[in-house]
């Protein structure tokens, strides 16, 4: 699908990543990273001092690195990698026991660590890890308003109807579980989710919703939040990459045809709104200064687009595929640290537009940008 140019820059790139990988996996293969700081990563698997279970083992972001790690095995065959994701996932157990820090995210925790580990391995303790984690997920589904509650209860709102559009990447835990299992339950809570979404989240133009809060005793939307974008209404670019790559997860794992089409919407609009520079503000929808910009939305766009283009007929391949292969051509050339000098990948994640801080190192950055890698060059290790 590539033509001769871009097979040798993925050959460059993908010697690149070994490479970096080789080093960085031995320097923080007893951590479980979130972001990078002066260089090093620093570790969220460990001990928080501020006590907040959410904010330390329980982080939602804490299987990337594992998931990372078996991205490495897969493409490399080398153990250290399996060796390194197992240590991850171990200190995840500690989420079962304190429990409160545990959410939506669970799918985003468990699939990269116990289901891949389980897919490759064949390891029971880690399939009986992932299907705990599914329970937790399905009991907070909301049979009134059909979604899947996010978050726990906060001291300043009622969040009791709230459901967020990232939660389309945590779902796949479910339709995983009745694959697995053969219960249907699972399955039929998570397309009722991604139905509700259809029509909830993603607006006539393909742009995306980030938080939707339901009458939780009825059902019905109450309102909708701008949540982690420029304000409600805009286009808040990574909850536009969890919509486009979340559906095309529910239609691989369903065939649900609703579920492609959903995905094409939403990828024609993302690609209207790159700009000619292939770099990706926070929201489509902001202000042109300060220029903020988010490398994990374009990282996490490349890899949907690249799905849809293995689902979509020859006619239609080369537009998702070219948009993908800029996207990623941009964030290697402009956006990635490939010296030893630092634990990162990719440079300017930004986790939301009104935080405190931008143009920081994330870690889903680095998975999602190596999982693209990787679905270009084929035969890649799927763990959604």
């Known amino acids: 699908m590539l033509n001769e140019k871009d097979q040798l820059w993925l050959n460059e790139v993908i010697v690149r990543l070994t490479t970096k990988m080789d080093g960085v996996s031995e320097k923080s293969k ?97 399939k009986k890890r992932a299907l705990h984690a599914a329970n937790l997920l399905a009991g907070r589904f909301n049979l009134a308003g ?22 389309m990447f945590n779902i796949p835990l479910l339709y995983w579980a009745t694959e697995e299992t053969g219960d249907p339950r699972f399955m039929q809570i998570a397309m009722k989710h991604a139905d509700t979404a259809m029509t909830a989240f993603v607006r006539p133009d393909g742009s995306v919703n980030h938080i939707v809060e339901f009458d939780p005793f009825n059902g019905g939307v109450v309102k909708t ?82 799905e849809i283009a293995k689902a979509v007929g020859e006619h239609e391949k080369d537009m998702y595929m070219q948009a993908a292969v800029k996207l990623l051509k941009t964030l290697d050339e402009s956006r990635s640290d490939w010296t030893k000098d630092s634990d990162c990948i990719l440079l300017n994640g930004s986790a939301a537009y009104h935080s405190n801080n931008h143009h920081t190192a994330i870690i889903y950055g680095d998975y999602y940008f190596m999982e693209a890698i990787f679905k270009l060059k084929g035969n890649d290790l799927y763990l959604w």
Request: charged share 20%; proline share 3%.
């Open 225 to 306: 939040y701008g949540g982690q974008g420029y304000e409600e209404g805009s286009s808040w670019t990574r909850g536009q990459t969890w919509a486009l790559y979340g559906f095309m997860m529910s239609y691989i794992h369903t065939g649900k045809e609703e579920y492609l089409n959903t995905a094409k919407r939403i990828a024609h609009y993302f690609i209207a709104n790159i700009p000619d520079n292939g770099i990706i503000p926070i929201d489509f929808r902001q202000p042109k200064e300060p220029a903020f910009e988010d490398s994990t939305a374009a990282a996490i766009a490349a890899c949907g687009l690249i």
């Open 146 to 167: 059909g979604f899947i509650r996010a978050w726990n209860d906060l001291d300043e709102q009622d969040t009791r109807g709230w459901a967020i559009i990232d939660c």
């Open 30 to 126: 007893n951590k479980i990273p979130y972001t990078t700081i002066n260089g090093e990563h620093d570790n969220r698997g460990a001990d928080n001092p501020s006590g907040n279970a959410t904010d330390g083992i329980s982080w939602w972001t804490n299987g990337f690195w594992g998931g990372m790690m078996w991205l490495m095995h897969h493409e490399t065959g080398n153990e250290k990698y399996k060796e390194i994701a197992n240590i991850s996932e171990n200190m995840l157990d500690e989420c079962f026991v304190q429990y409160e820090g545990l959410h939506h995210d669970v799918g985003f925790m468990w699939l990269p660590t116990s289901v891949a580990n389980y897919k490759v391995t064949g390891n029971a303790e880690s």
